[in-house]
């Protein structure tokens, strides 16, 4: 069974640093890219970034570049999500995702998946002081 | 960025009826478009890709349509355990990604 299993929940205050994390299990980690959404609390899904743990490529949607990190270790099938100074509108639930697949043949690679499926059971995140 | 719009806001249904949800493009996404369902408490799972393609597991009640800047997303008759929040994501552009608002689908 593919499964993406998020850290628990975190209560930090303003200025403090976190850093939560994603194990993916049943597939081939560094096959597929791992995608970041955040959820503020009773609002919609925003997506943040994603990581190709294969070679660490990270791309980051402009609303969340410099403010956040993606991160993953291939080693233990892990990815993170990492803040150096939080801040009260940090406050959110948080879910990883896997995303886009790339697969070589022939000597040539391709992608294939654009959408999020399975996701994490989510990590809330609570800033305040 | 393209902009992703869910309407109705809030659709109000009764157990065995017919639900009907739209989603619009602000330019043209093709079919890549991807709806999930979520419920309260729950992650978002997902339904439907390529507009029209259901997910695996996913029950044939569940349907997808459009392309270009217009989609549906439809349940044909509405079981307890469907009334949730709906979101449609489009991967056009799968380096920038957006979702619609979502459309909660509530009891009547």
């Known amino acids: 069974e593919v499964q993406l299993v998020q850290s628990g929940a975190e209560v930090k205050k303003p200025g403090e640093s976190l850093k939560i994390s994603c194990k993916g299990s049943g597939y081939s980690f560094t096959s597929y890219w791992i995608g970041w959404v955040r959820q503020m609390p009773g609002k919609g899904l925003e997506w943040m970034g994603i990581?190709?743990?294969?070679?660490?490529?990270?791309r980051y949607s402009p609303s969340f570049q410099g403010q956040v990190t993606i991160s993953a270790d291939k080693s233990i099938s892990t990815a993170y999500l990492q803040w150096s100074s939080l801040k009260a509108s940090d406050t959110a639930m948080y879910y990883c995702a896997r995303h886009v697949q790339r697969y070589c043949s022939g000597g040539s690679c391709y992608l294939a998946g654009y959408w999020f499926d399975p996701w994490g059971q989510g990590t809330l995140v609570t800033v305040s002081s | 960025e393209i902009v992703m719009t869910q309407s109705p806001a809030t659709l109000s249904v009764s157990p065995g009826e017919r639900a009907t949800l739209s989603c619009r493009a602000s330019q043209s996404v093709s079919s890549n478009l991807a709806w999930y369902q979520q419920k309260p408490g729950q992650a978002p799972r997902l339904l439907i890709y390529?507009?029209?393609t259901r997910a695996t597991g996913i029950p044939a009640r569940f349907s997808g349509s459009g392309s270009g800047t217009e989609f549906t997303l439809t349940i044909s008759s509405l079981q307890s355990e469907d009334f949730a929040v709906y979101y449609c994501?489009?991967?056009?552009?799968?380096?920038?990604?957006?979702f619609g608002g979502g459309t909660k689908v509530e009891i009547k």
């Open positions: 994501q489009q991967y056009n552009n799968w380096l920038s990604l957006t």
């Open positions: 990581i190709y743990p294969g070679d660490s490529d990270t």
């Open positions: 390529g507009a029209s």
